[in-house]
C-alpha cells in the first residue's frame, strides 16, 4: 500500500466569485495552466496516485482532473464543508491507502519536493507530517494510516485542523514560500499574476 495523493477541489469560491460564475479553480496561471491543473501536477509529479474530490457541479474541473491521470470522485454533499469532502475521499481511498497526503486545490505553488519530503515522513511511521517555513506551518499535510477514523469522522468546514492541533505532528522544514499561497480571492490571483 502506498499513500495517496487527495486534492480538494469542491469548494464553491464564493469569495473569488460571489455570484458563483467564475470557478476560482479554473481560472489561469501566468504559466497557463489552470489553478487547480497547477495543483495536481504538482502533486502527480511526487505520489503515485491521486485522487481528486469535486462537488456536483464541478464536472469542468472534473474533466480537466481526469486528463491529467486524477481519479476523480464527487462528493454530493460537497457544499456541506471541507470536511465532509475529506471524509468522502478518505472513505473512497481506505482501501488501499496506506496514508493521506490532502493537498487544496486553490494552492498551485507546493513544489512536489515539499508533498515528497511530507509523505516519506509518514512512510517512515510518522503519523502527521506537515511542512514549516520561517517558523510558520502551511500545507498540505500528510496523515497516516493511523488517523483513518478520525479523518472518516469529519464533518463541516473544519477540515483536519482539529486532529493536526490534538495529535503529535513532526514538522518538516522546506525552502517553500507555495506552502502559504492559495487563491481565496482575485486579489489573490492578480497578485500571483503579477509575480509570476
Do not use: Y
Not at 470536511?83 to 488501499?96: D, E, F, N
Not at 490532502?102 to 507530517?129: C, F, Y
Amino acid at each position: 500500500m502506498a499513500l495517496v495523493g487527495i486534492l480538494l477541489a469542491a469548494g464553491r469560491g464564493r469569495r473569488f466569485d460571489p455570484s458563483g460564475e467564475r470557478n476560482k479553480l479554473l481560472q489561469p496561471l501566468p504559466g497557463g495552466d489552470a489553478v487547480v491543473v497547477a495543483s495536481a501536477r504538482h502533486l502527480l509529479a511526487a505520489l503515485p496516485e491521486v485522487v481528486a474530490v469535486v462537488g456536483p457541479e464541478g464536472e469542468g474541473v472534473a474533466a480537466e482532473l481526469r486528463a491529467l491521470g486524477c481519479r476523480v470522485t464527487v462528493c454530493a454533499d460537497a457544499g456541506a464543508g471541507m470536511g465532509v469532502s475529506l471524509a468522502h475521499a478518505i472513505g473512497h481511498t481506505a482501501p488501499q491507502a496506506a496514508g493521506w497526503l490532502i493537498a487544496l486545490g486553490d494552492m498551485p505553488h507546493v513544489l512536489p519536493s515539499t508533498i515528497r519530503a511530507l509523505a516519506q515522513a509518514v512512510e517512515q511511521g510518522h503519523a502527521i507530517a506537515v511542512p514549516v517555513m520561517g517558523g510558520r506551518r502551511g500545507n498540505p499535510v500528510a496523515f497516516g494510516r493511523q488517523h483513518l477514523a478520525a479523518l472518516l469522522a469529519l464533518d463541516g468546514d473544519q477540515g483536519a485542523r482539529n486532529i493536526v492541533k490534538a495529535n503529535p505532528v513532526i514538522e518538516i522544514a522546506v525552502d517553500d514560500p507555495g506552502i502559504f499561497q492559495d487563491v481565496d480571492t482575485a486579489a489573490d490571483l492578480s497578485a500571483q499574476r503579477d509575480s509570476g
